[in-house]
Structure formats: C-alpha cells, structure tokens
C-alpha cells in the first residue's frame, strides 16, 4: 500500500526522534577553531574521510593559521604537508585560490551566507552548509554521501529510487519536513548513522534501531 505524504512525514519524525536517542550529541568530526579552519577542512574533505583530514590540519593551520597566510603559501610546502590525503596537487591549487578569494573579496574574514560562500573557489552548497551551520550557528543541511543514501532507504524523500538523485532537491525536500534549528543536527545524525549502521555495501539492519519501520530492511 502506498504511504501518503503525511504518513511518510510522521514516519520521518518518529525516526528521527529515535535517532536523537541513539545519537544524542552529534558534531561534526573535522577538527576546527575557527569559520576559515572549517572551511579549509571542509574542502580538503573531499574524497578522503574526516578522520584522516583531521591528521594534517594541525600542521597545515599552525603554518598557515590565516585566509592571507595561505594566499601567500609556497605551494610545493602545501602539497607537502596535506600530501597524505591524494589529489593534493589540485587540493592545494583549491586552497591557494580560495584564499586568495577570502583575502581579496572578504578582507580574509569567512563570509556567512550562502549566496557570498558559494562564490569562493570550490565552495558548494554542501560545504557552504557545513560553514553555515558549524561555525555560525547558520541553519544549514549538508548532503553528502551518506545523507543521500539513508534519506533514499529510509524513502524520506520521493525520488528515492533514483541512482543519481540531485542534492539541492533532497536538501529541499528533507528540510521541509523540519524546522530550520533541526536542520544541521539532523545532517550529523544522518551522517554518523551512515558511517555506524546504514553502510553502503552491507547495512547493519541486525542492529539498527530504524529496522522496524525502515522500507528498505532487510
């Protein structure tokens, strides 16, 4: 029987609510002091985990602790120290130029909207979100990876049977269904969940706490 929109939204919160109890504290997992610190970890991220970034930007950030510092930087000692991560040649050309662009356009402060974000070398939405809601206190949702997949097995979003489902549409569609000051915990949750129980190859439906109502468990 097809589930209605306004069941699939009760489902969507009484899920939520029990991954609030399993997951009562989330935070995002890139190390960070400061707005320019996340942005710069945010986008070294990319097709690399969180935790191995977090490896290589105490050193990146003590040698460079600013947007005009990095704009200055010897590339070849870029490369060398986030060399660890791959793709670090392109990376490092990423970062000399959104530090550039902070420095020049935004006196080396991090803005905090997404139309100003959004701007910057290799800055989208979801890193913009990531900013947005980490560092500012922005209501922000990230979908990455992880969010995409769980949102689609969960079937909190209707296009969940597309392979290749665009981001802004889901990052719509799931924050519609939630007040904006539950929009970047929510991403947390999701994610964490992600990484925990709803693997990608094999998802641990044994022992997650979504597996009665879940449409997707096996």
Request: glycine fraction near 4%; aromatic fraction near 6%.
């Amino acid at each position: 029987m097809r589930e209605s929109k306004s069941a699939r939204i009760q489902r969507m919160h009484e899920e939520y609510a029990i991954l609030c109890e399993t997951i009562p504290t989330p935070r995002c997992a890139l190390n960070f002091t400061n707005p320019f610190e996340l942005l710069v970890a945010t986008v070294l991220s990319a097709q690399t985990t969180d935790k191995r970034v977090n490896t290589v930007t105490p050193e990146l950030f003590a040698t460079y602790p600013t947007a005009q510092a990095l704009a200055a930087a010897d590339p070849i000692r870029v490369e060398d120290i986030i060399h660890p991560l791959g793709f670090y040649r392109s990376k490092t050309q990423h970062l000399l130029g959104l530090a550039a662009a902070l420095t020049d356009q935004f006196d080396g402060e991090v803005p905090h909207t997404m139309d100003e974000l959004v701007t910057l070398p290799g800055v989208g939405r979801k890193t913009a979100n990531v900013v947005l809601g980490n560092a500012f206190g922005v209501p922000g949702f990230p979908v990455d990876t992880h969010v995409m997949r769980v949102t689609g097995r969960l079937r909190w979003r209707t296009d969940w049977r597309d392979a290749h489902p665009d981001p802004v549409h889901i990052e719509r569609e799931i924050t519609a269904c939630f007040p904006p000051e539950e929009w970047t915990d929510l991403s947390h949750r999701l994610i964490l969940f992600g990484r925990a129980t709803c693997h990608a190859r094999k998802p641990d439906c044994a022992n997650c706490p979504l597996a009665d109502s879940c449409p997707s468990a096996e």
